[in-house]
T-cell receptor, first 111, second 114 residues
Framework: DAKTTQPNSMESNEEEPVHLPCNHSTISGTDYIHWYRQLPSQGPEYVIH???SNVNNRMASLAIAEDRKSSTLILHRATLRDAAVYYC????????????FGAGTRLTVKP | NAGVMQNPRHLVRRRGQEARLRCSPMKGHSHVYWYRQLPEEGLKFMVYLQKENIIDESGMPKERFSAEFPKEGPSILRIQQVVRGDSAAYFC????????????FGEGSWLTVV
């Protein structure tokens, strides 16, 4: 299984942008890059996903490197409610049950 | 459209008892996943089911754990003869079409074994 590597923790100031990195050097051509986040005492929540092109939605942006070996989740203006563990996951298009969560990055947002 | 519903939210069992965790997927979703999260750890995949079928149970412990998703009713994760190490949060997620672009998680069931 292709693996992802994320920093254990990051800090941000409120209302500033946050860039959460993820390395996935063994990604295959059919792997989608998914991001989920988990707030304290809650289930994970979908954030965004992409394959090759950068993606934007109301929650965040996903910047994917040209060689796809890394990606960055961008929160444009962090709020206190964005404090969570962020998981970067690779998901094969033809093996739909294979969504494996790593340890993720714990984001702390300071007021 | 109600989200993924899990119950009970909190369950306390004595060692040796059985725990049954229920998951009702979102309306129209026929694919369900179960994950386990130990304290201060990430989520671990347990099992993936479609209606009446287990598709992948590679993450399920070989003994004491079972899962089902009947034609009617919720998906059930059953843990027999619980031990302290089973204490964890158990999350269910549902998928509308099995393609897996987005899966939706419930709020979890917290099992404590005393």
């Amino acid at each position: 299984d292709a693996k992802t590597t994320q920093p254990n923790s990051m800090e941000s100031n409120e209302e500033e942008p946050v860039h959460l990195p993820c390395n996935h050097s063994t990604i295959s051509g059919t792997d989608y890059i998914h991001w989920y986040r988990q707030l304290p005492s809650q289930g994970p929540e979908y954030v965004i996903h992409g394959l090759t092109s950068n993606v934007n939605n109301r929650m965040a942006s996903l910047a994917i490197a040209e060689d796809r070996k890394s990606s960055t989740l961008i929160l444009h203006r962090a709020t206190l409610r964005d404090a969570a563990v962020y998981y970067c996951i690779l998901r094969e298009t033809y093996n739909n049950n294979d969504m494996r969560f790593g340890a993720g990055t714990r984001l702390t947002v300071k007021p | 459209n109600a989200g993924v519903m899990q119950n009970p939210r909190h369950l306390v069992r004595r060692r040796g008892q059985e725990a049954r965790l229920r998951c009702s997927p979102m309306k129209g979703h026929s694919h369900v996943y179960w994950y386990r999260q130990l304290p201060e750890e990430g989520l671990k995949f347990m099992v993936y089911l479609q209606k009446e079928n287990i598709i992948d149970e590679s993450g399920m412990p070989k003994e004491r754990f079972s899962a089902e998703f009947p034609k009617e009713g919720p998906s059930i994760l059953r843990i027999q003869q619980v031990v302290r190490g089973d204490s964890a949060a158990y999350f269910c997620a549902s998928d509308p079409d099995g393609i897996g672009n987005t899966i939706y998680f419930g709020e979890g069931s917290w099992l404590t074994v005393v």
